[in-house]
C-alpha cells in the first residue's frame, strides 16, 4: 500500500489490525468497525487507535466513539463509487477532527474532490501507485485555482472571490 | 451601424440576453480543457487504464460509440450566440465530418472525433465560452431549461439564470461526481412546461407564492429509460435562497442510498419508487435541517450578478401585428404556412419566436450541416439579437424576431432547406440515433423516423392532423422519449429481428403521462402503416378542437387497440 498526503508518498505509520490480532498496547493502530465498541471500551485515554469502516456507515454510528478516534479510513470498494465523498462531508460536519483517510483504488484524479470532502490522505495498493507516480498526485491537486462551489476544503471558492471584488 | 449592431460589435461573443463568462469561468474551463488534454496523455501512456479513463472521459463528453468516439457539447440551458454556432460549424468542418447532431437534452454530438483531437476541440469551445463538462458520465449533466425562456408569454419567470446558477455549482463538484447514476435537472419558469421536467431526475418549476415571492417547487424522481416515472413534489415551495441547499441535501440522500448494485436501478427514481416519495421527503428534510448553511449565506447576490447577464434585449415598440406579414402571407401561401406553424406568439408586440425544424421531410432529425449552422448563425444576427435556442425537440430557435422581418428571414431559411413547416407536426419527430451510430441500440432509430416524415409528406395533410409528437427510441434507454410521444415508437430486437413497440398517450408536460403498449411488436417495414392507421382513426373520431392526445384520453386505448386488430385481420402481420 502507498499512502498520499499533501502531494506525497509517505511512509505509514499507522498499522491496519487484522482481526484476530489482540490490541496492542503502544504505536498507531486502526482496528476494524465490529472491533470499535470494544476497543473504547478497553483502551485507555492515551491510546492512539483509529477505525476503518464501510463506505455505507451511518455517521451516528461512530458519534460516540469520535473524541476517541485519531483517525478513520473509509473503504473505496470501487473508485467511482462516491459515497464515502459524502460520508467524510458528514463526519466532518460531526467535527471529527482526526485524520480520515480514503483507502481503496482512487485515482489520482479524484484527488482535489477527496480533499475538497475533508480527506486528508489517500490509501492505494502498490501497483496503481506504480502508474499513477506523486506527479500526477500533485498535478491533480493543481489542475484547477478554485473551485464553483463553497464550503468544500481545498480550493478557494470562486463564488467568494467574486463578493470579495465586489466589495473591494 | 445601429445602436444594437454597436452594442453586439463590442461583445463580439454575445447578444445583451445571455450569460458571459467572467475572469473565473474562463480560468475554470480552461483549466478543465488542460486537465484533459493530460488525461488523453496519460490515457496513452498507460498511467490510466480505460476503466480509469472512463469516467473522466465521460464527464468531458466523450463516449466510445459503435464505430468511432462521439464528442457531446453542452449548450447550457439552450442558449447560443451567433459566434457559438459558427464556432460548432467550423469545429464540425475542421475535425468532424461537416455536420452536427442536436439532441433531446440541448447538447451537439459530433459523431466523428478522434481521441487525440477532442483537448483541440475543447480549446477551441473553451474560446467561445462553451465546454462538454458534464454531458455525460454518473454526475450533474448540463442543465436544460425552456427554450422559449425570456420571450415565452406565459412565463413568471426566464428560467436561466437558475440553470447558470445551477451549472456553476454543479461543475466539478467535489462530493456529486460519483453518483450512482447520472442525474438530469430541468428548469421551466412558465404556465406550460416545455423542459419535460417532470421525466427528469429533478425537474424545478419556478413559481409565486400567495406574498408573490418567487420560489421553486422541487419535483425529483422522474424519468425515462426503461422504467419509466413522473416525477414527485418533494418541496413544494423552497424559496429562492434556500435553493441549492435543498439541492445538496437531495443529491447527498441520493449519493449515499441511491443504489449500486444494479445500474438500470441506479437512478434516482428507483430510489424514490422503492422507498417512496413520503420517506425521500422526510430524508431529504432531515438532511436540510441538520445542514451548516452558512456557505449559502449569500447565494442571493450571486443569483442576481447572472440574472443581469439576462435582460431582454433593446425591442423597439411595434404594432401587435405587422401589416406587411399580413400582405406577405396573402401573398405566398408557403410563407402563410410557415408562420401559422412554425412561429409563435412573444411576450412582446410586433414579435415572434421562431422555430426552425431540423426535420425536414426525409432527414436525419436533429442533424444540422456546417453550411446550415452558419446561415442560422447569420439568420439570428440579421433578424434576432445574434441569439439562438436549442429545443429539447431538436430543432432550432430565433427568439426574437420582428414580425415585419419573418417574411425576409424565411426566404433566407427557405434558400439553405431550413423553412419546413413542420413543427410540432407529425413530422417533427424526435428521435434517438439508434442503430446507424449508438453501441446501445437495439434497432434503428432514424431510418424510421425517415419513413414516417416520408409517408406524410403532403403538407397539408399535416397540418390537417395538427399537432402530434411522435418519439422514436433505438433501445429501452428511451433517449428519444417514446414513453412520452403521443406516439411513441421503441426499438427492440427479437430473435436477430428489429421489432417495434408502439406506444399511445405519452404526454411529456404538466398533464404527464407515459404511453400504453398498443400491441405486439411490428416490424420496421411496418411502422409507417401503423402510424397512419391511427392517425386516421383519429381524424375519424376527434371532436372540434382536439389533438390526437385528446381524443386518445377521451375514447380510451382500447378503441385505438382494436383498429390494429382490425388491420391485423386485414392482412398485415401485427
Redesign the interface.
Known sequence: MALISDGRFIEDTWRRLADEEALPKTGKFIVSLPRLEHAVEVLGPMATFGVIVPNTTEPSALIAALPRLDLISIAFPAFADGRGFSLARLLRRAEFKGELRASGRLVADQYPHAIGCGFDTIEIPDDLADRQDEEQWRGALNAYSMSYQRGYAGRGSILEARRKAVRS | MTAVDLRVAQRPNAPMTTYRY?E??A??VS??V??FR??VR?RLA????EE?FR??RLMNGLYLQLHAYMLRVAIPYGTLTARQMRRLADIADRWDKGYGHFTTRQNLQYNWPKLVDTPDILESLAEVEMHAIQTSG?CIRNVTADHFAGVAPDEIEDPRPTAEFLR??S?????????PRKFKIAVTGAEHDRAAILVHDIGLRIVKNDAGEIGYQVVVGGGLGRSPFIGKVVGNFVPREDLLAFLEAIL?VY??FGR?DNKYKARVKILVHERGIDEIRAAVEAEFA???R???A?DS??FE?IAAFFAPPPYDSLPATSASMRAAKLESPAFSNFVDVNVGAHKIPGYAIVTVSLKPIGGVPGDATSDQMRVLADASERFGFGELRVSHEQNIILPHVKQDDLFALWRMLDAAGLATANAGLVSDIISCPGLDYCSLATARSIPIAQAISKRFSDMSRQRRIGKLGVKISGCINACGHHHVGAIGILGLEKKGQESYQITLGGDPTFSASIGEILGPGVTAEQVPDVVEHLVDYYLAEREEGEAFIDTWRRIGHARFKDVLRREGEDGADI
Open positions: 467572467d473565473y469561468d480560468a475554470f483549466e478543465r488542460a486537465e493530460e488525461q496519460r498507460g498511467a490510466l487504464t480509469e469516467p473522466f454518473n456553476q455549482w461543475s466539478l463538484h467535489s462530493e456529486f461526481s460519483f453518483l447527498r449519493n449515499r449500486r441538520a445542514m451548516d452558512s456557505p449559502f449569500h447576490v450571486e450578478r
